[in-house]
Structures are given as C-alpha cells and as structure tokens.
C-alpha cells in the first residue's frame, strides 16, 4: 500500500472510484488492458490486446515506455524487483475476488 502512494497522484483504487489523469486501478490483475470505457487510453495500450497479469504488470511497472512504446503514462518506472512485487500484490489485493497467484 505504501508503494502504490506513487500511483495515486493519477490512479483511483476504489471499487467505486472513478477515473483520474489515469484509468482506476481496482480489480486491475488479469483484466483486459484498456478495459475501461470512460478511459482514453492510447491507441498503443488499446492495441495491446492482452490481460494484465503478473508478468505484465511487472514489465509495465519496470519501465512503462519500453513495454508500451507510444503509452501516454508518463511515469518513469519502479526499478527496485522488490518494490514491484509489493505494489502488484497491493493491487491484487484490490478486489472482491483476487486473482489467482502464478
């Protein structure tokens, strides 16, 4: 949860939360990528066409630009493997039904 302070400048994590600069992150693991429709994801992401899963999640967060080239997310990165894996288990915990662990 703490890590996640680096996301919620532009991403929502409430079940009823509405969007902000960023698309809300609840129930984020396994689900589609530019899954929201009240979202303007960049035409990168929405061709993406793959679930956000654990490993995708991972690449993302390490360098968002290199795993999507043309996202509009500005946000660097998180660098450190371990701070990575503490925020994709903070938002698998964002869910009234948890994905399953790989």
């Known amino acids: 949860k703490q890590i996640f302070k680096k996301c919620a400048a532009c991403h929502s994590s409430e079940k009823s939360g509405g969007k902000k600069i960023g ?13 929201s429709e009240d979202f303007s994801y960049s035409k990168a992401l929405r061709e993406k066409g793959e679930n956000w899963g654990y490993e995708q999640l991972n690449a993302f967060l390490a360098k968002p630009k290199a795993y999507v080239p043309g996202t509009k997310m500005v946000f660097a990165g998180i660098k450190n493997v371990s701070e990575r894996a503490d925020l994709i288990a903070y938002l698998r915990s ?8 790989p």
Do not use: E
Request: glycine share 0%.
């Open 23 to 35: 698309p809300n992150l609840w129930n984020i693991v396994n689900a589609k990528t530019a899954r």
């Open 94 to 101: 964002l869910s009234d039904s948890p994905a399953p662990l």
